[in-house]
C-alpha cells in the first residue's frame, strides 16, 4: 500500500517552454502532498506544500509563478514549471501523506528527471 | 534551528558486516524521526520512523534505529550488510509544523564484496 507515481519519469524541453509533472497517490487519498527538488548528490529541498482544494504553500525563495502547484484531487497533484531554463534542470520528487497528522510519513513518488536544453 | 546531520557523506563496509548510520538532529519541539533509503535515480522508501515509544524501533530490510533524546540522535543499524543495501540513506526529521520534514545531507554506502 501507500503507493505513489509520478509522470513522466524523464522529460527534456527545448528553453522557454514549460513542462508539467503529475504525481498520484494510487491506492490513498492524498490530503497533503509535497514537492521536493533534489540536486545531484544532494539533499531534498522542500519547495511547496500542497494541499487539496487549495493555494500551495511555498517555501521562502522558490518562486510561485514559475513552479505552478494544482492540487485538485485527492489523488493527484500537478507542478508546472513555466518559461523553464537550463538552471531548472533537476530532479523532482513528490511525496503524499494519508492524513492531515504531523506524524503521518509521507510516501514519495519515484522521482522526474527534467533536462531543459 | 531546526537542522539534521548525517556527519558521514559516505560509508563502505563488507558484505555481511554490521552497519550504523549516524544522524543528529536540533529540533525546537517534540520530533518524528524517519529514515528514509533512495536507489540510484529513484524516490525515497521509507525504512522505519519513530514518533514516541519504544526508543528502539525495527524497519523494513532488516534495519534497526535508536532514538536517544539525551544525545539528539536516531541512528541506523544493521547486523549483517548485503550488497544490495548500496544506496544513499537521509534521516528525516519532522513535527507539529503541517507534516514537513528536514533531511539531513544523506550518507552514501558502498558494500564490497
Known amino acids: 500500500g501507500a503507493v505513489v507515481s509520478q509522470h513522466p519519469s524523464r522529460v527534456i524541453c527545448k528553453s522557454g517552454t514549460s513542462v508539467k509533472i503529475e504525481c498520484r497517490s494510487l491506492d490513498f487519498q492524498a490530503t497533503t502532498m509535497f514537492w521536493y527538488r533534489q540536486f545531484p548528490k544532494q539533499s531534498l529541498m522542500l519547495m511547496a506544500t500542497?494541499?487539496?482544494?487549495?493555494?500551495?504553500?511555498?517555501e521562502q525563495g522558490v518562486e510561485k509563478d514559475k513552479f505552478l502547484i494544482n492540487h485538485a484531487s485527492l489523488t493527484l497533484s500537478t507542478l508546472t514549471v513555466t518559461s523553464a531554463h537550463p538552471e531548472d534542470s533537476s530532479f523532482y520528487i513528490c511525496?503524499?501523506?494519508?492524513?492531515?497528522?504531523?506524524?503521518?510519513?509521507?510516501?514519495f513518488g519515484p522521482g522526474t528527471r527534467l533536462t531543459v536544453t | 534551528a531546526q537542522s539534521v546531520t548525517q556527519p558521514d557523506i559516505h560509508i563502505t563496509v563488507s558484505e555481511g558486516a554490521s552497519l550504523e548510520l549516524r544522524c543528529n538532529y536540533s529540533y525546537g519541539a517534540t520530533p518524528y524521526l524517519f529514515w528514509y533509503v533512495q536507489s540510484p535515480g529513484q524516490g525515497l522508501q521509507l525504512l522505519l520512523k519513530?514518533?514516541?515509544?519504544?526508543?528502539l524501533v525495527q524497519g523494513i530490510k532488516g534495519f534497526e534505529a535508536e532514538f536517544k533524546r539525551s544525545q539528539s540522535s536516531f541512528n541506523l543499524r544493521k547486523p549483517s550488510v548485503h550488497w544490495s543495501d548500496a544506496a544513499e540513506y537521509f534521516c528525516a526529521v519532522g513535527g507539529n509544523q503541517g507534516g514537513k520534514l528536514i533531511f539531513g545531507q544523506g550518507t552514501e554506502l558502498s558494500v564490497k564484496p
Open positions: 511525496s503524499a501523506r494519508l492524513s492531515r497528522d504531523s506524524y503521518s510519513p509521507q510516501y
Open positions: 500542497s494541499n487539496e482544494g487549495s493555494k500551495a504553500t511555498y
Open positions: 519513530y514518533f514516541s515509544g519504544d526508543t
